[in-house]
């Protein structure tokens, strides 16, 4: 039998299903908040929980982390690296969801090995990282840190790119693929686990934003096999246990827009027919047993 902790800022549809089929598998379950954790170093030991059972955990799944200071981000992420020099398995690890988080690291990573995302020029200073850019495209100016479409500005007048105050002062630019003048905008959401796809759906709206957060309209889809190999080997390179991919397919060309490590399928599961938790417990329990074989 695993000891299993379900951490994360919020527990809402997601922990409970997964804390329901983790108990399904004979595991033992406890939902933590980050708020509600406290560190201790002492005799050589780090301990995270208040009872001695818990810090023998086997294994910890991470849910929705809020926005917060520098220093709550950096020590939430602390946390579950110290978990992993543990021992601990995490679900999906401090290394991995860092490497999702931030937009500048991702995209870097998927462009050094061979993937391919839109056009993208990030500077610090207001104007200076315009020169870089084609007059005659639109850009996307994300932040660094968002998610759920949130924050997101179409510029469509590069020169008048300096006047926009850039979250966190990071100026990160991204080609609009196709044009704003659409009727309807749409993209595909992947959702991976233990480098398999699980599902994969359409994202419309007539908003350039896709979200489903944001109000747009989603179907299951069946995505091609050379798309699968792409997602996979995704999911690879960033070492995912599970994750959403976000793809624009344009003009035969594809383009992967972000990549989530703690991703919602809530929305997916109203359209697919197969359980996608169970798909997810079963993936974690397998991690578990390679990590853990004994137990």
């Not at 080997?233 to 060309?253: N, V």
Request: proline share 2%; charged share 30%.
């Amino acid at each position: 039998m695993y000891s299993i902790g379900i951490i994360g800022d919020i527990h809402d549809w997601h922990s409970q299903k997964i804390e329901l089929y983790l108990k399904k598998n004979n595991c033992r379950v406890k939902k933590f908040f980050f708020k509600n954790l406290v560190a201790k170093f002492s005799n050589k030991q780090f301990s995270l929980f208040s009872d001695k059972r818990q810090n023998q955990i086997d294994g910890v799944w991470v849910r929705f982390i809020n926005k917060g200071s520098l220093e709550e981000i950096t020590t939430k992420l602390s946390l579950l690296h110290l978990l992993k020099e543990k021992k601990t398995y995490v679900h999906n690890s401090a290394d991995t969801i860092e490497k999702t988080v931030d937009k500048v690291r991702t995209t870097g990573i998927l462009e050094v090995n061979g993937i391919s995302s839109p056009e993208t020029i990030v500077w610090f200073n207001g104007d200076s990282g315009k020169y870089l850019t084609n007059k005659k495209n639109r850009y996307l100016l994300k932040p660094i840190f968002g998610s759920q479409g949130k924050e997101i500005i179409l510029v469509k007048n590069i020169k008048k790119v300096e006047k926009i105050l850039a979250t966190g002062n990071v100026f990160y630019l991204q080609k609009f693929i196709g044009s704003p003048n659409e009727k309807l905008f749409s993209d595909i959401r992947v959702l991976v686990s233990n480098h398999k796809v699980v599902s994969a759906m359409e994202r419309s709206s007539k908003k350039f934003l896709t979200n489903v957060s944001q109000g747009a309209n989603f179907k299951i889809i069946n995505i091609d096999a050379k798309l699968k190999r792409m997602c996979e080997k995704i999911s690879r390179i960033f070492r995912l246990g599970y994750g959403g991919i976000d793809i624009k397919i344009h003009k035969k060309s594809t383009f992967v827009l972000e990549i989530n490590s703690i991703p919602s399928w809530k929305a997916m599961q109203k359209v697919e027919k197969k359980d996608i938790t169970e798909i997810l417990v079963t993936d974690f329990i397998r991690k578990l047993k390679r990590k853990k074989p004994n137990v």
